[in-house]
């Protein structure tokens, strides 16, 4: 469908879906871009707006691993490390690195506390299926509950990576029964730019050690995105493409943060730092999530136009019916508004 058939809609921070050229649905975007300081530099809709971060949080989870001096003692690696971090397709490779996981701190699958659901790939979720696979969870431990030692390190590393009060972080269940983290959306952005500048600054010896701690977070994911992700999926494929550049992680019903490293790029939006981004699209729509992504990173100029088209179908998915026929398009109808 071309562009110029299209009645376009107004701008105002939102997503559009278009069918037959006309408005079918407006998602609306809020997002915050901040420098490693934590200064805003771009807005889109409400960079305050109070988000729960979901598995957008798990590098700050990740984080306690390593500062609990686990990670070492059981001699997880840096792929370890990525699955950590992961919101996977439940590949074959994301379970035999789970089964390596347990087995490495003596645990079994009935000890996790997550509960059991479909896998995120709908490939792999048909042939469970078609196995006549079912997951299952069990009630063993107690790690999952908020005074757990584990999680009261979460919430103070959450809080010290958005930059808050302890008051200022809200707490409820996410999916997958763990304790989800709610912030603003700008404080969301800090935490990953803290991530990014971290790579960026881990070549001084004298660098403090949760900043060599989040360095390493940054490599495992940069490092292993199929292992953050999977075949297909966004994360894998954005980290993929820029090559090192940034790291992306999802967290559902909408949510994604990003932090990328500093470079001539981001130097020319008025910082010499690396920067984050925080996204959330209100409605939770996972595809117009990657669309606005992606449309913020083209405005915003990170990576050359060659690198950002190979990301393309995502940036501007097509819009099929059942039978294969293109009926539509997502377009966004949003400016990024500097902060000034």
């Known amino acids: 469908m071309k562009q ?3 009645i376009k809609a107004p701008a105002d921070d939102c997503v559009v879906t278009y069918r037959g050229g006309i408005v079918e649905n407006r998602h609306q975007v809020h997002a915050a871009i901040v420098d490693a300081n934590g200064n805003i530099l771009y807005t889109v809709g409400d960079p305050s707006r109070v988000t729960l971060i979901r598995s957008a949080a798990k590098p700050a989870q990740a984080l306690a691993i390593l500062e609990t001096g686990a990670f070492n003692h059981f001699d ?5 490390m990525a699955l950590m971090c992961a919101s996977h397709n439940s590949e074959n490779v994301h379970i035999s690195r789970a089964q390596s996981m347990l087995a490495k701190i003596q645990a079994k699958d009935a000890d996790l506390r997550c509960g059991g659901h479909a896998a995120i790939s709908d490939v792999v979720n048909k042939s469970w299926i078609k196995a006549g696979y079912t997951p299952t969870g069990a009630d063993v431990s107690d790690y999952h509950l908020p005074e757990n030692p584990m ?15 302890e008051d200022e972080v809200k707490w409820a269940i996410d999916g997958c029964n763990l304790p989800a983290p709610a912030i603003p959306l700008y404080s969301l952005a800090q ?6 500048a971290a790579a960026d600054l881990d070549e001084d010896n004298n660098s403090q050690q949760r900043r060599q701690n989040l360095a390493r977070i940054f490599y495992a994911m940069t490092g292993y995105p199929e292992l953050v992700g999977g ?5 894998t494929r954005l980290m993929t493409t820029f090559q090192g550049n940034l790291v992306g992680k999802i967290g559902a019903d909408g949510c994604y943060g990003i932090g990328i490293r500093a470079s001539e790029q981001t130097r020319k939006l008025g910082t010499g ?10 409605d939770g729509n996972i595809p117009v999530l990657y669309s606005a992504v992606m449309e913020i990173l083209e405005q915003l100029g990170i990576g050359t136009q060659e690198t950002r088209e190979k990301l393309a179908d995502l940036h501007h998915p097509k819009l099929l019916n059942t039978a294969g026929v293109e009926i539509g ?3 966004s109808a949003f400016n990024l508004r500097a902060v000034s």
Not at 76 to 80: E, L, P, R, S, T
Not at 231 to 235: D, T
């Open 4 to 6: 110029n058939n299209i």
């Open 76 to 80: 997880f690696d840096d792929a370890d």
């Open 151 to 165: 999680q009261l390190l979460v919430k103070s590393i959450v809080k010290d990576l958005a930059n808050l009060k």
């Open 191 to 196: 935490m990953y730019g803290t991530v990014a």
């Open 231 to 235: 075949e297909g999926r966004f994360c």
């Open 273 to 282: 730092t690396a920067i984050g981004i925080a996204v959330k699209i209100e």
């Open 329 to 331: 398009l997502v377009d």
